[in-house]
């Protein structure tokens, strides 16, 4: 396999990647390249049984949102409210875990049911561009 094949569909290419971090850029690129976020969804879904919690959190209702954006695509948006809602209630926005490369909101679920919980707090969860998808600084 040649390691700029990976690289050959992205706007990121592998020369733009400092040295250092190559080898971990190609690993998370043939990752990537049969990653389908959709196929992930309904898998993940499936398979609940095996990831226990999944779409039964105790503590928040989930409510999806999706945010016009200046180039006229839709930024899809997760609102985590506690069940109970107080007043006054701090609010996080959660930047899901992934170098800004991979990654989605909805695998950060169980912390998000643990912070309403203990604190009642609102959290927001944008599934933003990731990076090999549109570079600095559109991503």
Not at 32 to 42: A, P, V
Not at 49 to 65: A, L, Q, R
Request: proline share 6%.
């Amino acid at each position: 396999m040649n390691i700029m094949s990976i690289f050959k569909n992205y706007k990121v290419k592998y020369s733009m990647i400092d040295p250092k971090m190559r080898w971990d850029a190609f690993k998370g690129r043939l990752f990537q390249q049969n990653f389908n976020k959709e196929l992930f969804i309904e898998h993940y879904k499936k398979e609940k049984k095996n990831f226990p919690g999944f779409d039964e959190w105790k503590n928040i209702d989930i409510e999806e949102i999706f945010i016009n954006r200046k180039d006229n695509s839709k930024l899809r948006t997760l609102i985590a409210r506690p069940k109970v809602l107080k007043e006054n209630v701090p609010a996080v926005l959660w930047l899901h875990g992934g170098g800004y490369a991979t990654g989605m909101p909805d695998k950060a679920m169980f912390y998000i049911d643990a912070f309403a919980k203990e604190s009642s707090c609102i959290s927001i969860l944008p599934e933003y561009t990731l990076s090999v998808e549109k570079p600095y600084p559109a991503a």
